[in-house]
């Protein structure tokens, strides 16, 4: 199956799914450009399917609100969060405020039993077959060894 089509399925049915308002819009304005190209570059050449893969993912915050994930892979016996970032959006353009805010959700997300990979968008472009490398690496060790395969 292409890309294009395993994709346009798995979006299908990630709209068909019981979803808050939040999610809802999200979905709605379609996958960002980086969060598109990571799963072209690194999670479909990969595992060849998006089995278990969800997209803005929504997770309660420490302040009672709700805040999202790129993607979500949650297969006992792990939550994975794997978060797609751009240096202006991450890093050039946030104040003070933000960038405290950043680390203060990951904290809560470890906290909170997630594992956590994120990738560059610069390094989905540039070196996707290592962003691919590296999250194989992650599965063979979670999931791999009879604990479950991906």
Known sequence: MTFQNAYQQWLD???????SEGQQHRLAEGHGH???MFLQQIWY??????????AEYEIADF??????LDFAFV???IKLA??????????????RWQFSDNLMRQNHLVIDGWHILRFSYDDITSRPRMCEQLLQQYMGCWLGSGRGML
Do not use: M
């Open 63 to 68: 302040k009672d609100g709700s805040r999202y």
């Open 45 to 54: 050449p990969a595992f060849r399917h998006f089995d278990g893969l969800h």
């Open 75 to 77: 297969r006992e016996p």
């Open 34 to 36: 980086a969060e598109r």
């Open 13 to 19: 049915r990630q709209v068909a799914e019981p979803l």
């Open 82 to 95: 794997i978060e797609i970032d751009g240096y202006d959006t991450h890093l050039g353009k946030a104040n």
